[in-house]
Each structure stands twice: as C-alpha cells, then as structure tokens.
C-alpha cells in the first residue's frame, strides 16, 4: 500500500472515532454496519460517502487546528504536528 492510501486510510479511520467520541477499534463487521445506513445488508456508494464526507469534515478541523498560519494548507512543520498527534508513521 502505498504511503498515501495509508495516509487517507489512517486519517479517515481516526476522523470516524473521533466523530463516534470513542477509541474502540472495529472489526470488518462493525465498520460494514456501521456504514450500511439503510439495513439492507449492503453498503451503496451513496452510503460511503456519507461517511467519508463526515469523515473529510472531521479531518479538516483537526488539519486547520495544525495551520498556524492560516493558509489552508500544512508546511512540512505542521504537519509534522499534525502527523504526531495523528500517529502518522512512514510503513
């Protein structure tokens, strides 16, 4: 996987936990559950972006939290903050 997708994958998860307001780590199952809004036993592209939608809000508050100067975008400093406080890792 290359640094990127893991990069999108760990924030999304972490914005998930934090909109939930908990650390409990999901299993395939529950996250599955978790995005099949409707019950139907299937998960619609619809219903993933929603998710990822609420997601990419989430992450964008805690990115802007790191952009001291305002810019909309991170330095390589912030986001050295950024990524500590998010546990960002190169794999």
Do not use: C
Request: net charge negative; glycine share 4%.
């Amino acid at each position: 996987m290359s640094n990127s997708v893991l990069l999108l994958v760990m924030l999304v998860a972490m914005a998930l936990m934090l909109t939930r307001g908990d650390q409990v780590s999901w299993d395939v199952d529950d996250l599955f559950n978790e995005y099949d809004d409707d019950g139907d036993g299937l998960v619609a592209p619809e219903e993933i972006e929603n998710h990822l939608s609420a997601a990419m809000v989430t992450i964008n508050n805690y990115v802007m939290t790191y952009d001291s100067d305002n810019d909309g975008k991170l330095n390589s400093e912030e986001f050295a903050k950024f990524a500590a406080f998010a546990n960002i890792q190169d794999q």
